[in-house]
C-alpha cells in the first residue's frame, strides 16, 4: 500500500510526462517537505518516473534514510549535487524558477553542461492546492490552538500593556499549547496602527477606547492556522462600532455564500459589495482571501483578478477589512475549508465585537 507520500510522487510524475520532462528538481523548502513530510532545510529532490531521491548532507542523514519512498544521497567530499546530476542519465530537467537559488541554477548550467534545464512554474504548489485528509486535520489542529490563544488574550489584554509585550504573551501561549511554530510574524496592533493592514508590534501602549487587532497563526503538523479578530479595549466610538459591524456584516456574508465552482473574483465580491455599499469601498484594499498549507499564501485567491473557479477541498482565508488612515481600522478572518455546497469554518472563535 503506498503512503501519502508516494501518491504525491505519483502525481508529480504524470505531470512531469505531460510536460516532457525526464526528471524534476525540487528545491524549494515547503515543496520538499510535501513529499517528506519533514521540514526540509537544506534537502532537495530528484524525481523521475521511476526513482526519487533526497539529496542532502551528513546533519540529515538518520531522518532522510527514514524515508523509505526515497533513495538517498548523500553530499559529501567528492559528492556534490553536479556529481549526483552529471551521474544520471536524464537529459532534461525541470527546475523550480520560483523557488530556485539563482547561483545555484547558474552553477548547474556550468557544471552539469550536458544537461538541459528547464525553468518551470511552481508545479508543485498546484499540486498542494487541493488537500488530504491529514492535512485537514493538521490545519484543523492548528486553528484549534489558535482560538485557544484567543480566549487567554481576551483575559490578558489590558490598558498599559505594549503591542510587544502582548504579542509575546500570544506567541508563548500558542508554543505552550502545542504549536511548532508560528505560521508568520504575529501582527498584534493597537490604537490608530489598526489602521496599517500587516503592522508590526512595536512599543505602542495599550489605550482605553482603542481597537487592537490581532492577525496570527501557528502550525501543527506543518500545516499553518490564519486568523484574525478585532477587539476593543474599553467603551469604543460610534463610529468604531458602525466600521466593525459593516466588516462583520461583509465577512459573514462571504462565509454564507462561497462555495466550490464559483470564482475567485465571485467569491471576493460577496464581501467588498458590502463594504462599497456602505461607502468604505475605497478603505478595503487588499484582497478578501488567499489558500494556506504548508505556506501562509498559497492557491488559491479570493481575488478580484481571479477568474478560475475554486476547487473543492481548498482552505482559504476570508478576511475583509475597512482600514482609515490615521484613525483605526478593522478586520476579521477565519480559515475554511471549502466544500461543493458551502465551507466548513475551522475558526469559531466569536466575531460580535468584544469590548474588553
Ligand atoms: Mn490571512
Not at 538518520?62 to 538517498?72: D, G, I, K, N, R
Not at 481571479?306 to 477541498?313: L, Q, V
Request: aromatic fraction near 10%; include cysteine.
Amino acid at each position: 500500500m503506498s503512503n501519502r507520500f508516494e501518491d504525491r510522487l505519483t502525481r508529480l510524475r504524470a505531470e512531469l510526462a505531460a510536460r516532457g520532462l525526464n526528471a524534476f528538481y525540487v528545491s524549494g523548502e515547503p515543496n520538499v517537505a510535501y513529499f517528506t513530510g519533514k521540514k526540509g532545510n537544506d534537502c532537495a529532490l530528484y524525481v523521475t518516473q521511476n526513482d526519487a531521491v533526497i539529496i542532502t548532507d551528513f546533519r540529515y542523514r538518520e531522518m532522510a534514510q527514514s524515508l523509505t519512498w526515497l533513495e538517498y544521497y548523500e553530499i559529501g567530499i567528492g559528492r556534490s549535487v553536479f556529481d549526483f546530476i552529471n551521474s544520471r542519465f536524464e537529459k532534461k530537467i525541470g527546475i523550480e524558477k520560483d523557488r530556485i537559488r539563482l547561483s545555484l541554477a547558474l552553477s548547474f548550467k556550468e557544471k552539469c553542461p550536458s544537461k538541459e534545464f528547464v525553468p518551470e512554474e511552481d508545479i508543485v504548489l498546484a499540486l498542494r492546492e487541493v488537500k488530504d485528509e491529514y492535512e485537514i486535520e493538521a490545519t484543523k489542529a492548528a486553528c484549534s490552538i489558535a482560538m485557544l490563544a484567543f480566549d487567554h488574550m481576551c483575559e490578558f489584554l489590558r490598558p498599559g500593556l505594549t503591542e510587544r509585550e502582548a504579542a509575546a504573551e500570544l506567541e508563548y501561549f500558542m508554543r505552550k499549547n502545542g504549536a511548532e511554530e508560528l505560521s508568520f510574524d504575529t501582527i498584534l496592533i493597537t490604537g490608530a496602527k489598526t489602521s496599517l493592514p500587516h503592522g508590526v508590534p512595536g512599543d505602542d501602549v495599550i489605550k482605553k477606547g482603542d481597537f487592537v487587532t490581532m492577525d496570527y497563526g501557528c502550525k501543527v503538523g506543518g500545516y499553518c492556522s490564519d486568523e484574525t479578530r478585532t477587539v476593543a479595549i474599553g467603551q469604543p466610538s460610534q463610529e468604531m462600532i458602525d466600521v466593525y459591524n459593516i466588516v462583520l456584516e461583509a465577512q459573514q456574508n462571504a462565509c454564507d455564500k462561497i462555495h466550490a465552482g464559483l470564482t475567485g473574483r465571485e467569491c471576493d465580491a460577496f464581501a467588498r459589495d458590502v463594504i462599497e455599499k456602505a461607502g468604505y469601498g475605497e478603505y478595503f484594499g487588499h484582497s478578501l482571501g488567499h489558500g494556506t498549507g504548508l505556506e501562509i499564501h498559497e492557491s488559491p485567491r479570493y481575488a478580484q483578478t481571479n477568474n478560475e473557479p475554486i476547487k473543492a477541498g481548498t482552505i482559504v482565508s476570508i478576511e475583509p477589512g475597512i482600514y482609515l488612515p490615521g484613525k483605526f481600522g478593522v478586520r476579521i478572518e477565519d480559515l475554511a475549508l471549502v466544500t461543493e455546497t458551502g465551507i466548513i469554518n475551522f475558526v469559531t472563535a466569536p466575531k460580535e465585537l468584544i469590548i474588553l
